[in-house]
């Protein structure tokens, strides 16, 4: 049974930063293509970044190109989303997801999500 775990979410004032980690545990993590996705009050969810297992190569939403890094590291089975220059529009929970997939049509295994919230 695939389990994906985040943390790190919080309260930041704008401009700050902050780094979110998902845990994933109960499949071989280099395979699994892994992203971030992130759903505003009253909005649909959004991908925000993904990369899969054997690549080195990172998509971004261009919402946030330039200002979140998503890393990846395959020891500790962990994915991180590090933010940057926050702003209150960031405010969001940040879904981690994964897939045995590459690429991707739709995510088989999501976190419950962390809360991130941006004060201006």
């Known amino acids: 049974q695939v389990q994906l775990v985040e943390s790190g979410g919080g309260l930041v004032q704008a401009g700050g930063s902050l780094r979110v980690s998902c845990t994933v545990s109960?499949?071989?993590?280099?395979?699994?293509?892994v992203a971030w996705f992130r759903q505003a009050p009253g909005k649909d969810r959004e991908f925000v970044a993904s990369r899969g297992g054997s690549s080195y190569t990172t998509f971004y939403a261009d919402s946030v190109e330039g200002r979140f890094t998503l890393s990846r590291d395959n020891v500790k089975n962990t994915v991180y989303l590090q933010i940057n220059s926050l702003k209150p529009e960031d405010t969001a929970v940040y879904y981690c997801a994964a897939d045995d997939s590459d690429p991707v049509i739709k995510y088989k295994y999501w976190g419950q999500g962390t809360q991130v919230t941006v004060s201006s």
């Open positions: 109960g499949y071989t993590f280099r395979r699994l293509t």
